[in-house]
């Protein structure tokens, strides 16, 4: 069988198709600027190069012609004819208290998303569109799974999901934590229980998912019963330009200063603060890394910022566990830059963490692994995360029981 993966933005469209035979990946690629003038699709060939060809793609059905052109190439292409593709599974970021798991698409469930977009502006309706474009391109009779960002997290105990604000706008309008990244917690949990050789109904672990957004999530028995973002993916801790939580007087404050409106917050709070907010240098953190080595005082307290925040949702959800087994490191950040893990351990001796500086300093470029000296309490471990896969798997899992 073989699984198209979508991840649709609502200007972008990436893709990857998986052999589920053996789990290999035949194709991926990446449509950018998805309704201007300078779209593009870029795609890797079989030889591990990469093609970036303009196209026309002023909506995502046309983008999806791209991709099937690409698939289809005579020269890189994967496939000879889409009748090849068995399914298609696609990511999609909020599914509300309506699914705690992965559903084959039919149209009660592109209903649902569609009544969640206000809890996910600029997610949903773009998976909307990609669900559409895959109808048109491939047609009725390939099914669709939607794999939600959300779905992991549904096993929240109410003290841990429910906001302190009158009960009635959890009743009229669903206002509650959720949680992101679920598929990228599921994926390394289950691959740190099988490292430490135990049924993951056996162990607590806190997955640190690291990058432009981040968040950290405690799981007890393979079940999440607490993480850092919210009702959005603003809250938890700083993030590339996201502020994380704040006081919410923060909020009101600034925007009576300013005379913001709530849109002019929202955009303030989700692409104006973070790293790029602090350090008034860049929402890249290799940008930011390279100005504190250059003497900028921003960028270290940018940093200083982050690893504190980090530490401290770690220590907390230690507490909520009632102890720790193991403590993931994951994404982009979470699986380049020693310099974070490091800073963010330093804090964690108090609880057994004994990084072994060694062997964090050479986890990067692919390289996974155990960061922590044999005689640690904690063990702390490298895993690179595949949320392709996961939801590759469970595509497969659910068109195989049809």
């Not at 992991?152 to 009229?172: C, G, L, R, S």
């Not at 999530?217 to 393979?222: L, Y």
């Not at 700083?238 to 007087?249: F, K, Y």
């Amino acid at each position: 069988m073989k699984v198209l993966v979508i991840n649709a933005g609502s200007s972008s469209l990436k893709y990857q198709l998986i052999d589920m035979t053996d789990e290999s990946v035949l194709a991926k690629g990446n449509c950018e600027r998805i309704g201007t003038d300078g779209a593009f699709i870029g795609f890797k060939t079989p030889d591990g190069g990469k093609v970036e060809r303009p196209a026309e793609m002023k909506n995502h059905t046309q983008a999806f012609e791209a991709v099937k052109d690409a698939l289809l190439d005579a020269e890189y292409g994967a496939i000879k004819d889409l009748s090849e593709v068995s399914a298609i599974g696609h990511r999609v970021v909020q599914g509300g208290s309506y699914f705690d798991r992965s559903v084959l698409i039919d149209d009660d469930v592109i209903a649902k998303i569609k009544e969640l977009s206000p809890l996910a502006p600029l997610h949903n309706p773009a998976h909307i569109q990609g669900i559409d474009a895959c109808t048109a391109v491939f047609g009725k009779d390939v099914p669709q799974v939607a794999v939600f960002d959300t779905a992991f997290h549904q096993t929240m105990p109410e003290k841990a999901y429910m906001y302190a604000v009158p009960y009635e706008y959890y009743e009229k309008y669903s206002v509650r934590k959720y949680g992101f990244h679920g598929t990228s917690h599921r994926y390394v949990s289950a691959k740190m229980a099988e490292l430490m050789g135990k049924p993951i109904e056996e162990t607590k672990i806190i997955t640190c998912h690291i990058g432009n957004g981040s968040s950290i999530t405690a799981i007890d028995g393979g079940k999440v019963i607490d993480t850092t973002m919210g009702l959005t993916p603003l809250g938890g801790f700083l993030m590339g330009t996201r502020s994380g939580s704040l006081d919410p007087s923060v909020v009101t404050f600034i925007a009576e200063k300013e005379g913001f409106t709530p849109q002019q917050m929202s955009d303030l709070l989700n692409k104006k603060s973070g790293l790029l907010g602090v350090s008034g240098v860049s929402s890249d953190d290799r940008d930011v890394t390279a100005a504190e080595k250059a003497g900028n005082h921003r960028a270290k307290l940018a940093h200083d910022m982050l690893y504190y925040q980090i530490a401290q949702y770690i220590g907390s959800f230690y507490v909520a566990l009632g102890g720790c087994d193991a403590i993931v490191f994951t994404a982009g950040l979470g699986e380049n830059q020693p310099c974070l893990r490091e800073g963010v351990c330093n804090y964690l001796g108090c609880i057994g963490v004994k990084l072994d500086k060694d062997a964090n300093n050479n986890m990067i470029h692919g390289r996974q692994g155990t960061l922590t000296a044999p005689d640690s309490k904690i063990r702390v471990e490298l895993i690179a995360t595949d949320e392709e896969m996961v939801i590759a798997r469970d595509t497969r899992d659910i068109v195989s029981a049809l």
